[in-house]
C-alpha cells in the first residue's frame, strides 16, 4: 500500500502562488499516474489535475488551466502542483493520490490510498 504525503499549502493572498508536493516515502512513483483533488467541507472531492506515469501526458480542470501546471520528478519521488494567480476559490484542502484503476483521469474512483491533504488558504 502507497502512503503520499502531501505538503507546501499556506496561506497567501488572491494572485500570489504556491507550489505543493506529493511524495511517497519509501515507495515508488514510477509508474503510477498521480491525480490532486481538494475538498472544501460540505462539497465533495473536485478533480484539479492529473499526471500520467511518465509526466508525458496531463490533464487540468477547466477552472484551473492557465493558471495551474502538474509536473513530476520520478528520480525525486515526487509530483508538484504548481498553482499561480491563486484566487479565494482556490481555498481546500488538497489531496494527492496514485491511480490505482483504468477509470478516467478526472475520477475520484480512480485513485486510491489519499494522503492526509495540504490546506491552501487564498484571502486579502
Known amino acids: 500500500q502507497l502512503h503520499f504525503v502531501e505538503s507546501g499549502g499556506g496561506l497567501v493572498k488572491p494572485g500570489g502562488s504556491l507550489r505543493l508536493s506529493c511524495a511517497a516515502p519509501g515507495s515508488t512513483l514510477d509508474y503510477f499516474g498521480v491525480g490532486w483533488f481538494r475538498q472544501v467541507p460540505g462539497k465533495e472531492h473536485e478533480f484539479v489535475a492529473a499526471?500520467?506515469?511518465?509526466?508525458?501526458?496531463?490533464y487540468l480542470a477547466d477552472s484551473v488551466k492557465g493558471r495551474f501546471t502538474i509536473d513530476r520528478d520520478n528520480a525525486k519521488n515526487t509530483v508538484y502542483l504548481q498553482m499561480n494567480s491563486l484566487k479565494p476559490e482556490d481555498t481546500a484542502v488538497y489531496y494527492c493520490?496514485?491511480?490505482?484503476?483504468?477509470?478516467?483521469?478526472?475520477?475520484?474512483?480512480?485513485?486510491?490510498?489519499w494522503g492526509q491533504g495540504t490546506r491552501v488558504t487564498v484571502s486579502p
Open positions: 493520490a496514485p491511480r490505482t484503476s483504468g477509470a478516467p483521469y478526472d475520477n475520484f474512483e480512480s485513485y486510491s490510498d
Open positions: 499526471i500520467n506515469w511518465n509526466g508525458l501526458s496531463t
